[in-house]
């Protein structure tokens, strides 16, 4: 995305998913900070999404990472004491308690980013390569499901939170390749957790493309077409 600048509300969530590219990354880190109602938006995704960290399970970290971060925060040492033996000057002192400000704050974002990066397991796509990425929104707008295409129409359909399916229904996921065309279904599966869908026949999926999921009796619609009830809806958007 470049100038000018999009919509809030959806800035916000590519921020936090982490769609952004590098250039708006920081774009949006600046305005967070920056803006108070921008600060606002990113907070509530934050809180709507953090279901993503529960998608996936808890891993060990990699070896040898904290000794990395430790190694990291000792390099300041020497320097902190060399410091201590100048005399007083305020400009520095005040330059230098910037500069240790700074180095926390990118030590605790690399922890963090670290943290999540574990969380999600390094790589929430690990069984297909995605093109496209959509989430999945209730009427309530809460996420409740992580949508990856792959170019050959490959899905892996991520559920987030607690879904419950009746019991005499199924979920089944359908697109729409064509935005005039009717939608057409990617699959049918009976268990709210990690599944992968296979479809051939469809053109590769490009952004801005619906995905949604729907309740239906088992063996999927009848008709073809989706009949019941809508457990969320959204469009894709390029990966980064």
């Keep these: 995305m470049t100038s000018p600048l999009p919509n809030l509300a959806e800035f916000a969530d590519e921020l936090v998913i982490g769609l952004l590219d590098p250039a708006d990354q920081a774009r949006a880190e600046r305005l967070e900070r920056e803006d108070q109602t921008f600060a606002q938006l990113v907070n509530a995704a934050r809180k709507r999404f953090s279901a993503l960290d529960q998608t996936a399970p808890q891993q060990d970290l990699p070896s040898g990472m904290w ?7 000792e390099q300041e040492a020497p320097e902190a004491q060399a410091a201590a033996s100048e005399p007083v000057d305020l400009d520095k002192a005040r330059q230098r ?23 999600l397991g390094w790589n929430l796509m690990s ?36 879904t419950t399916v009746p019991g005499d229904r199924v979920m089944q996921l359908w697109t729409k390749p064509d935005p005039a065309g009717p939608p057409v279904s990617l699959g049918v599966f009976d268990k709210p957790r990690k599944t992968v869908l296979s479809v051939s026949g469809l053109p590769s999926p490009s952004t801005d493309q619906l995905y949604e999921i729907t309740f239906e ?8 077409l989706p009949t019941g009830t809508i457990l969320g809806k959204g469009f894709s958007s390029q990966p980064h």
């Design 127 to 162: 069984t297909v390569e995605p093109k496209v990425v959509a989430i999945l929104l209730s009427d309530a707008g809460q996420p409740v499901a992580m949508i990856e295409g792959a170019a050959d129409n490959t899905t892996l359909v991520t559920m987030l939170g607690e």
């Design 97 to 119: 308690r910037s500069s240790s400000a700074l180095f926390w704050t990118t030590a605790t974002s690399l922890a963090a980013s670290l943290f999540l990066a574990v969380a």
């Design 217 to 224: 009796q088992p063996g999927g619609s009848p008709t073809g």
């Design 67 to 73: 000794q990395r971060v430790l190694d990291a925060i």
